[in-house]
């Protein structure tokens, strides 16, 4: 199950979650720009952005937004001081995270998304855009036609519209943030014969995502 059929399932129980997702990084990191992770409001964590250091003071920072109606930050996080001679800090670079609340208003931008990559089709995004305080997700389907839960101004919607046509995961321009998500198709696996060990390995296959 993706990071994002994990978000769908929680909204569609009426929980609110941040998502913490690495838009940048320069030297070494736990892991590398696009990992991203769900904060639930209990603290508890759905996936990764690679554990240490980074990892806690992100979840720490998305548990403040959902305590305090915040939609959402960038944070910085240096990890080329002495405090990478520390256990849990074994990197020594500097990694840049997207943080923004997903609420009951988002369900229909996700479960638009999950559709997209349950039915393997190309061409469609997840672009969030932050500016200004305000936080915005949108769906761009593959005739690049734009659903978001706001209403959005002309300049708002060329934005998403610009990003999902990028091949970046994410842009920047002054006191803007775009992080425009690719959906891809899970990944299709075919097996041939159907013997004990083709059976444990479409087994396996399913677990991690085929």
């Known amino acids: 199950m993706s990071v994002y059929e994990k978000g769908l399932e929680l909204l569609r129980k009426g929980q609110s979650f941040a998502m913490a997702e690495i838009i940048e990084q320069k030297g070494s990191t736990p892991r590398g720009k696009g990992a991203r992770m769900l904060t639930l409001a209990d603290g508890s964590l759905i996936d990764t952005i690679g554990g240490g250091q980074l990892e806690n003071e992100a979840a720490r920072q998305a548990a403040a ?18 405090d990478v001679a520390g256990p849990e800090m074994i990197c020594g670079g500097q990694g840049t995270v997207l943080i923004t609340v997903f609420g009951p208003a988002e369900e229909e931008i996700l479960d638009k998304a ?37 209403a959005l101004s002309e300049k708002q919607e060329k934005l998403i519209l610009d990003a999902a046509g990028a091949s970046m995961h994410s842009q920047e321009s002054p006191g803007v943030v775009l992080c425009a998500r690719r959906l891809s ?26």
């Not at 089709?121 to 690049?144: M, Y």
């Not at 696996?189 to 159907?194: D, E, H, T």
């Open 65 to 82: 937004l959902l305590a305090g109606g915040i939609p959402g930050g960038v944070y910085t996080f240096d990890m080329t001081s002495s």
């Open 114 to 150: 999950c559709q997209a990559v349950d039915q393997r089709r190309q061409g469609c995004w997840l672009v969030t855009l932050f500016a200004g305080g305000q936080v915005l997700h949108a769906f761009v389907d593959e005739k690049k036609e734009l659903s978001c839960s706001q």
């Open 185 to 210: 198709p899970n990944g299709r696996l075919l097996i041939f014969g159907g013997g004990h060990v083709g059976a444990e390995t479409a087994a396996l296959c399913q677990r991690v995502g085929f």
